[in-house]
C-alpha cells in the first residue's frame, strides 16, 4: 500500500525557516521519484522541487531555488524539505507526491494529505 504522510507544517514569519517531512512505504521510496507541490489559495498546484530514487538529481521551481533544499533520509524512508529565507508568498498546503518524476503534477501518482505552511509578513 502506497502512503505518503506529510509533517512539520506551521507559522513562521518572513525570513524564518520550516523542515518538513514526508514518510514513505518502503517500496514506494524504492521505486519512484518523490516531490514536493504546493497550493497557495486560489491558485492551481504547483511545483516545488523533485528529487530522483538514487537521490542523486534534484530539480527546483526557479521560485525557491536557492533557499529550499529537498534531501532523502534513506534510514527512514523519508523526504524531506528546507525551507530558508521564507517569504509571505510561500504560504501554501504543501504535499509531498511520488511518482515517474518532473516537473508536471500529472507524472504523480500518489499524494499525500498536505500540510499548512503559513508566513506572516
Known amino acids: 500500500q502506497v502512503q505518503l504522510v506529510e509533517s512539520g507544517g506551521g507559522l513562521v514569519q518572513a525570513g524564518g525557516s520550516l523542515r518538513l517531512s514526508c514518510a514513505v512505504s518502503?517500496?514506494?521510496?524504492?521505486?519512484?521519484?518523490l516531490a514536493w507541490f504546493r497550493r497557495a489559495p486560489g491558485k492551481e498546484r504547483e511545483f516545488v522541487a523533485a528529487?530522483?530514487?538514487?537521490?542523486?538529481?534534484?530539480y527546483y521551481a526557479d521560485s525557491v531555488k536557492g533557499r529550499f533544499t529537498i534531501s532523502k533520509d534513506n534510514a527512514k524512508a523519508t523526504v524531506l524539505l528546507q525551507m530558508n529565507s521564507l517569504k509571505p508568498e510561500d504560504t501554501a498546503v504543501y504535499y509531498c507526491a511520488a511518482g515517474t518524476g518532473g516537473y508536471n503534477r500529472d507524472e504523480y501518482d500518489y499524494w499525500g494529505q498536505g500540510t499548512q505552511v503559513t508566513v506572516s509578513s
Open positions: 518502503a517500496r514506494t521510496f524504492q521505486y519512484y521519484d
Open positions: 528529487i530522483s530514487r538514487s537521490g542523486g538529481s534534484t
